[in-house]
C-alpha cells in the first residue's frame, strides 16, 4: 500500500485535520467541532490545497448537522467510512423535517464555499454533497447516511484519483530527474497522497530516483515548511530556494522539468495556481523545460472558458508584512498579495489527471493519453 | 539640498554604520572600530548594496591602520572629510616604516575583499586606495592623509554619481508612473542618495508622482524592509508583494517600468543583481515593460567580457531556512541560495549610469545618451 498521512479525517463526530500552520516544528492533530472553526482552519490555512479543501467542505457539511441542529451534544455521525457512519443517526431529533434539514445545508454550504473563492475543488465538492440532501428524501434519518457516504467517497475518491495521476505523471519521469515545484502539492493538499508531488511519490515508489527541488513560496511559505517536510519524511532529496532562485536554477539547466498543482482550470487549459507559478512557466519556457500541470479532473471548470473568468483571492495584508510575530515592513507599506496567479494554456506542456495526461490542445472531454 | 540617509560615515575615528539587520523596527547607528567587526558587518548585511561596499572598504582600510597599528588607543583619523583628516597623524609611530605599513594594508585589503566576491565596487574601492599607498612615499606621516582623502573622495563621488544618475535616469519617469524594484537601491545601499531608487527620488524631487512597487526580495527582504522604509520616510506611496506576484502584477499592465541595481555589469552589458533580477527581467520582457539597471559606472568591470566570467557568491543556507529566531524547513533540507543572479543584456533596455543613458548595443567607452 502507498504512504498516506492522514491530512484530514472525519472522526467520532469532529473533522480531524493535522494544523498546518504548525509545520514542520509541530505536528498538531486538531479536532473541529464547528463549521465556524472549519471556516477560520480554512481561511487560516490550518488545511488547504485545492482538493484536502474540497474534503473539507463535504466534512463541513457533515458538521453542521452534528454541532447545529437542536444544540444537542450527542453526534449523528461517527468515523465517517464507506458506511456512511448512520450508527446514530437514530438519535436525529424525531421530528426535524427534511426541508428544515436541507435550509440548514443550504446556508452552510454558502458560508464555506466563501471562504476560498478561487479552488473549484471547495465548490465542487459542496455541489456534489448538495446534489444528495437537495433529492427527494423522505426523512433526515434516509438523508443523512447518504450524506455521510457521499461525503466519504469525496475523500475515497480523491485519493484514489491522487494514486491514478501520480501513475500517469510518473511515466513522464526518468530515472535520476530533478523536479522544480511550487507551493504544497503533497499529501497535505489532498487526502493524503498528493497531486504534482504525487507523481513524485508515484516515480519513488516505482524505484526512480527524483530529486526535488522545492520553491519555498512565500508569503506562507508552503513549499518550504509543507513540501519539504513531505520530501525528508519520505527520505526524497529536497532543495529548498526562494522563488527569486528558480530562473538562475532553471539556466543552470539542472531541472528536468517543472510540476505545480492547480486551484481551478479553465476549458482552455488556462490554469489558476499559487501565485508564482505564472513566473515559474515563463522562466521554464524560456529554457525549453517542460511545465506540468498535476491536478483531478475535478479542477477542470468546464463553465470557465479562459483565465479571465477565474476569480483570483486577496489575501490580507499581513501575510507578507508580519513573518512570525515580527513585522518586517513599516506600518505605512501598502501590500498587494493575490494568491494565485493564472498560467496561460500556451506555457503548459500537459495537464496531467487521474483520466491521463492532456497534451495541448487541450480537449478534456476526451480520454487523456 | 536633496535629502540623505546617512547609511556610513567615518566619524571619531571609527565607521558608523545605520545597522541595516534592524531596520525597518529599529535605526541604530554601530559605530565598527576593528577590521573584524568591519568583516562581520559586511558578511552579515549590516551594511550592504554595491556602492556602499566600496565606501565600507575604503574606509576599512583606514580603520586597519587606526585600530591595528601599534596597539595604540589613540586614533589617527578623525571625522573623515575632504582635508583627509591629517590633524592626529602627528601622533604616528616616529619609527614605522611605509613598507611595513603597506604590507599591513595589503593584508587587510584581501581580508576585506574575500568577504563578498560579487560586488565589484569592493573591489574597485579597494584598488583605488592601493594605488595611493603603493605610491613612493617617504613616510606613513605623508602616506596617511592622502589616504584619508582618497577614502573621503571614494564616499563623496558616489554621492554626486548618485545624484547625477538619478537626474539622468528621472528624465525616463513620467508623471504618473509606478516603477517595479527589487531589493534596495536606496541611501541605504550606498553613500546616503542611491541608484535605482535614487532615480525614483530625482523624478519625486523634479515634482513627478511615483508609486513604487517593491519585490520584498527573500531571502533577506531588503525591499519589504529597507526599500519600503526609505519610500514611508519620503513619503512616496509604496506597495509590497512577494516576488511570486510580480508576473501578476506586470500582466495586469499598471508597472510602467522596472528599474533594479546592479552589483557587477560586464563589458557587453551582461547584469549581476539581487537573485530573481533575473527573473523580473524574463517577465518585464514578455510583457513590454521598460527594464532599467541604474549603477554608478565602477560598477562596469572591464575586465569581464560577459556574465559567465562574474562570480556569484553562495550564501549561507540558514538565510533560506531560519526567519528571526524560527527555523521554517525541516533540518535535513538542502538549500540552494546564490545571492545573485545574471541577467543578459538582450533583455535590458537601458543601463543609467552617472554618464548618461546607455542602451544596445551597450557600449561604455562611449558618453551615455
Request: aromatic fraction near 8%.
Amino acid at each position: 500500500m502507498f504512504d498516506v498521512i492522514p491530512t484530514i479525517r472525519f472522526r467520532k463526530g469532529a473533522v480531524e485535520i493535522i494544523d498546518q500552520t504548525r509545520l514542520p516544528l509541530h505536528y498538531t492533530l486538531k479536532r473541529i467541532r464547528t463549521v465556524d472553526a472549519l471556516c477560520e482552519a480554512i481561511r487560516n490555512l490550518r488545511i488547504r490545497g485545492a482538493p484536502a479543501l474540497g474534503i473539507a467542505g463535504a466534512y463541513g457539511l457533515l458538521l453542521s448537522v452534528e454541532a447545529g441542529w437542536g444544540g444537542k451534544k450527542s453526534f449523528f455521525f461517527d468515523d465517517v467510512d464507506e458506511a456512511g457512519s448512520a450508527e446514530r443517526i437514530a438519535g436525529f431529533p424525531a421530528d426535524a423535517r427534511v426541508s428544515d434539514l436541507r435550509r440548514h445545508l443550504d446556508s452552510t454550504l454558502e458560508a464555506i464555499r466563501a471562504t476560498r473563492p478561487t479552488a473549484v475543488n471547495l465548490s465542487w465538492a459542496l455541489e456534489r454533497m448538495a446534489s444528495v440532501y437537495r433529492r427527494d428524501w423522505d426523512s433526515p434519518a434516509s438523508l443523512l447516511p447518504a450524506l455521510g457516504r457521499e461525503a466519504f467517497a469525496i475523500f475515497s475518491e480523491d485519493l484514489e484519483m491522487c494514486r491514478a495521476l501520480g501513475v500517469h505523471g510518473a511515466a513522464l519521469l526518468s530515472d535520476g530527474d530533478s523536479v522544480l515545484t511550487h507551493c504544497n502539492t503533497g499529501g497535505l493538499a489532498a487526502s493524503g497522497y498528493g497531486t504534482a508531488l504525487g507523481v513524485v511519490f508515484a516515480a519513488v515508489e516505482a524505484g526512480k530516483h527524483v530529486h526535488v527541488y522545492a520553491d519555498e513560496t512565500r508569503p506562507l511559505l508552503q513549499g518550504a515548511r509543507l513540501t519539504a517536510w513531505e520530501c525528508v519524511r519520505r527520505r526524497i532529496p529536497v532543495t529548498v530556494l526562494v522563488e527569486g532562485a528558480a530562473g538562475s536554477l532553471l539556466g543552470r539547466g539542472e531541472v528536468s522539468c517543472v510540476i505545480v498543482g492547480a486551484d481551478r482550470i479553465a476549458r482552455n487549459g488556462d490554469t489558476a495556481n499559487k501565485v508564482g507559478t505564472f513566473n515559474m512557466a515563463v522562466l521554464a519556457s524560456r529554457f525549453g523545460v517542460p511545465f506540468y500541470i498535476a491536478a483531478p479532473s475535478s479542477t477542470i471548470d468546464a463553465r470557465v472558458a479562459d483565465g479571465s473568468g477565474i476569480p483570483i483571492e486577496e489575501r490580507p495584508a499581513d501575510e507578507v508584512t508580519v513573518i512570525g510575530e515580527t513585522r518586517i515592513a513599516p506600518e505605512e507599506t501598502l501590500v498587494y498579495n493575490p494568491a494565485f496567479d493564472v498560467t496561460p494554456h500556451a506555457l503548459i506542456t500537459a495537464i496531467i489527471t487521474e483520466k491521463g495526461v492532456f497534451r495541448p490542445p487541450f480537449d478534456f472531454s476526451k480520454e487523456g493519453g
